[in-house]
């Protein structure tokens, strides 16, 4: 159904920013004979799917009370809903280039052919691209995705982020923080470029907006330095200096860079006094262990040497920041210490979107669901590549 398909895509783009659910409705309506179409976005946490159209709608709720949606979320895949009556519900993965935005619902008269499936399937595509689009012009998916009101530190984090996943050819990376809400100075940054995939990590300093102010500063320094063509030791050296000449030694940030060669599958990493890197292969978790330097931002004019290590396929890493490692609630030991292996190991089976929402869960489960004392970030990549990198790469 190249027409259904063709006229989506220019109702999507005539659309207003705000109304590109309005639009998507009409639209499906006419094409694919729909009696109505829904769209619903995750929220914060990525434990509900919201609706757009009716946010406040109590039927809106988590998504462990939405079984199908819950299905087609974490799948990734259609999932078709029938009723006694015949009437049948399409649930189809909003996501582009990775990132999972949330569920778009057609509801047809009779159960669709693969025809029509895969005309929705496209829909849903292209109001994924939409809506990333559109995010910047209105804040109408943003109110729907949030179930309580962001601190200002949290609102400039989630702004700072690139996204909470991205697939990249070989490579598929996805990340969380936590708390959602009154999330500081913890962070995370990404960038592809042809074969290249730059991640940084940056476990933050500080409380509240003076945290979060100084990751922003942090992350922009690093991103402007990598934007002119910089190398990993450039971003550090100039995130340092910028942070150094504002602070004088009072303020520094712990981070991670790391870039990944996805063909390869070679990682080059400065640690700046950093976040912990651990490496899932064969079921056995174990640290990838990296010479510390300085903090970003301690001395002037600091100088950073840059390490390798190798990949092989199937290979997965989990980069997590202090607030996850060294969490001690109730005087427990460190979660870091054994429990969050055992839930880096129960992830085998789960694409890194999904991973990484697992380590925080359990996260929050040894805090017996008690707020979490620190800010905590989990950032997951998989590289699948078939390639192996040289021995003398390895580590």
């Known amino acids: 159904m190249p027409e259904a398909s063709g006229s989506v895509s220019r109702a999507l783009r005539t659309a207003p920013p705000d109304q590109l659910a309005e639009a998507a409705d009409a639209v499906l309506r006419h094409t694919l004979g729909a009696t109505r179409a829904e769209v619903f976005v995750a929220d914060y946490r990525s434990s509900g799917l919201w609706p757009v159209l009716d946010p406040e709608r109590p039927d809106g709720g988590p998504l462990r009370s939405h079984g ?19 009437r049948c519900r399409a649930y189809l993965p ?25 005309a929705a399937r496209d829909a849903a595509g292209d109001l994924a691209v939409a809506i990333r689009a559109a995010d910047r012009e209105t804040d109408r998916y943003r109110r729907a995705r949030r179930r309580e009101r962001l ?37 995370f940054d990404w960038s592809v470029d042809g074969d290249r995939l730059t991640v940084t990590v940056l476990n ?44 004088r030694g009072s303020r520094h940030v712990a981070t991670l860079l790391l870039e990944l060669d996805g063909r390869r599958g070679v990682v080059r990493a400065v640690d700046a006094g950093s976040p912990h890197v651990l490496r899932l292969r064969g079921g056995r978790v174990t640290p990838v262990t990296l010479d510390q330097q300085l ?3 301690m001395f ?17 890493l989990f980069v997590v920041s202090d607030g996850v490692y060294a969490a001690e609630p109730d005087e427990q030991e460190p979660y870091g210490a054994r429990a969050m292996a055992r839930a880096m190991r129960s992830t085998r089976l789960q694409p890194a979107t999904e991973a990484v929402g697992t380590v925080m869960r359990e996260l929050h489960a040894y805090h017996a669901d008690a707020d979490l004392r620190d800010d905590a970030v989990v950032v997951c990549l998989d590289w699948r590549g078939s390639s192996r990198p040289d021995d003398a790469s390895r580590r």
């Open 300 to 316: 002037a004019e600091t100088r950073y040497d840059v390490q390798e290590f190798g990949l092989e396929p199937g290979d997965r």
């Open 151 to 187: 601190s200002m530190a949290a609102e400039m984090q989630w702004d700072l982020l690139p996204g909470r996943s991205v697939r990249h050819g070989d490579v598929l990376l996805a990340g969380q923080l936590e708390p959602a809400y009154t999330v500081g100075g913890d962070h």
């Open 204 to 247: 933050g300093a500080g409380n509240g907006l003076s945290a979060s102010l100084l990751t922003a500063v942090t992350v922009n320094a690093m991103r402007n330095a990598r934007r002119s063509g910089g190398s990993l030791v450039e971003q550090a050296e100039l995130a340092s200096d910028t942070i150094f000449y504002q602070h």
């Open 94 to 118: 909003l996501s582009v280039w990775g990132e999972r935005l949330g569920v778009l619902m057609v509801e047809l008269p009779t159960v669709p052919d693969a025809a029509t499936v895969a």
């Open 68 to 86: 199908v949606a819950q299905r087609c979320f974490s799948s990734q895949e259609p999932v078709l809903d029938t009723a006694d009556d015949g």
């Open 295 to 297: 903090p970003l931002g």
